[in-house]
C-alpha cells in the first residue's frame, strides 16, 4: 500500500482545492453580478426606475400603503435593498407611516428585490426566469396584503415609525465603483469561508446531524437531505452566497431538478434571515414581519408548491418551470 501523505502535504491540496471552488463560484456570479449592476445604475441616472414607481403607485394602497411607497420598493427591486432605503429616507418624512406600514413595505421588500441579479442567478441553476419572477413579485404582494389585514384588523403596530438608518447615498460613479469593489471582495471572501466550513462541519459529522434533524420537514416540502445544507445557507446569508453554491451542484449533479427548484423557491421568498431583518428592525419595521411572517409564508408556499407539482409529469415540469442547466466541464466536488 502506498505511504500516506504528510499532513502538510494534504492540508495544502484541500486549501489548494477549496480556493479553486471559491474562485468558479465567485466568478459564476460576478459575471452576472456586474453587467447588470452596470446596466441598473445607468437605468436609475435615466429615471427609468422612478418612472417605474409611478406605475407601483395604485398597488401601494391594496397593502395600505401611501403611493409614493411605489417608488421605495420600485428601486429595491431594480437595484437593491440599501437603493430603496436611500429613497425611504428622502421620501417618509411628512408621510406619517406607522410601524405596521413600515414592516408591511420591508416585508414586501425583502421577498422581492434585486430581481435583475437574483433571477439570473436563479436561472443559471435551472428554474424558469418567468415564474421565478412572478413568484417573488406575487409572493411580495400576497404576503403585504396578508400583514396588512392582520395589523388592520388587530389594531397592531398603529404607532408612528422612527427610522434608525439613515444610509448615505452613493452619488458619483467612483464611490459606486469603489463600492461594489468592496462588494466583490466580500462575496469572494464569505464564499471562501462558507466553503470551509461546510468542509469543516462534514468532517466533524455535524452536516450529517444536521441533515437528519431536517430530514421530516425537508420531506414534508418534497426535498432531499442533500439539499438541506445549501438552502439553510441560502435563507440565512443570501441567495447570491446560496444560489452560487446550487448552480455548482445543479452543474456537477449533485443535485435533482426538484430538489434545486424547491430550494431556490424558498431561498426567494425567505433569504438572509438575520441580516436583512436586523437592518430593517433599524429601518423601524417589526421582527414579527419581517421574520416570523417571511418564513412562515416561504414555508407554506413551497409545501403548496410540492403539493400541486407533484401532479405534473416530469416533461411537463421542464416545459412550463425548469430548464435543465448544462453540465460543468470539470465540475468540482459537492460542496453540501
Known amino acids: 500500500m502506498p505511504e500516506p501523505l504528510p499532513l502538510r502535504v494534504r492540508l495544502r491540496r484541500v486549501?489548494?482545492?477549496?480556493?479553486?471552488?471559491?474562485?468558479?463560484?465567485?466568478?459564476?456570479?460576478?459575471?452576472?453580478?456586474?453587467?447588470?449592476?452596470?446596466?441598473?445604475?445607468?437605468?436609475?441616472?435615466?429615471?427609468?426606475?422612478?418612472?417605474?414607481?409611478?406605475?407601483?403607485?395604485p398597488v401601494m394602497s391594496v397593502v395600505g400603503l401611501p403611493g409614493e411607497m411605489g417608488l421605495v420598493w420600485a428601486t429595491a427591486m431594480v437595484a437593491n435593498i440599501y437603493g430603496g432605503l436611500v429613497v425611504f429616507a428622502a421620501v417618509a418624512p411628512g408621510l406619517n407611516v406607522t410601524v405596521a406600514q413600515v414592516s408591511v413595505l420591508a416585508t414586501m421588500i425583502l421577498v422581492a428585490h434585486t430581481l435583475p441579479i437574483e433571477l439570473r442567478i436563479a436561472q443559471k441553476a435551472g428554474p424558469r426566469l418567468r415564474f421565478m419572477g412572478t413568484l417573488r413579485f406575487g409572493g411580495a404582494l400576497l404576503l403585504g396584503f396578508l400583514l396588512h389585514q392582520v395589523y388592520s384588523v388587530g389594531g397592531l403596530l398603529q404607532t408612528p415609525a422612527r427610522m434608525l438608518l439613515t444610509p448615505a447615498e452613493e452619488a458619483t460613479w467612483l464611490r459606486w465603483a469603489i463600492g461594489q469593489g468592496r462588494l466583490i471582495g466580500y462575496i469572494f471572501a464569505v464564499i471562501l469561508a462558507l466553503l470551509v466550513l461546510m468542509r469543516l462541519?462534514?468532517?466533524?459529522?455535524?452536516?450529517g446531524l444536521?441533515?437528519?434533524m431536517l430530514s421530516p420537514v425537508l420531506r414534508l416540502l418534497g426535498m432531499s437531505e442533500q439539499a438541506a445544507p445549501i438552502t439553510i445557507i441560502g435563507m440565512v446569508l443570501g441567495l447570491s452566497f446560496g444560489g452560487g453554491l446550487i448552480i455548482q451542484e445543479a452543474r456537477s449533479g449533485g443535485l435533482g431538478k426538484r430538489d434545486v427548484f424547491y430550494?431556490?423557491?424558498?431561498?426567494?421568498?425567505?433569504?438572509?434571515?438575520?441580516?436583512?431583518?436586523?437592518l430593517m428592525a433599524a429601518l423601524g419595521a417589526h421582527w414579527s414581519a419581517t421574520l416570523l411572517g417571511r418564513l412562515v409564508f416561504a414555508v407554506v408556499v413551497v409545501f403548496l408548491l410540492v403539493k400541486l407539482l407533484s401532479l405534473v409529469s416530469d416533461r411537463t415540469f421542464d416545459r412550463m418551470f425548469f430548464r435543465t442547466a448544462r453540465p460543468s466541464p470539470n465540475p468540482t466536488a459537492g460542496v453540501g
Open 210 to 212: 444536521l441533515c437528519r
Open 15 to 57: 486549501a489548494a482545492d477549496l480556493l479553486r471552488q471559491a474562485l468558479k463560484v465567485s466568478w459564476d456570479l460576478l459575471k452576472i453580478m456586474v453587467p447588470i449592476s452596470i446596466a441598473v445604475r445607468v437605468l436609475q441616472g435615466l429615471g427609468v426606475v422612478a418612472v417605474l414607481g409611478k406605475l407601483l403607485a
Open 201 to 207: 462541519l462534514k468532517w466533524l459529522g455535524v452536516t
Open 263 to 278: 430550494s431556490l423557491a424558498l431561498m426567494g421568498l425567505a433569504h438572509s434571515l438575520i441580516e436583512d431583518t436586523l
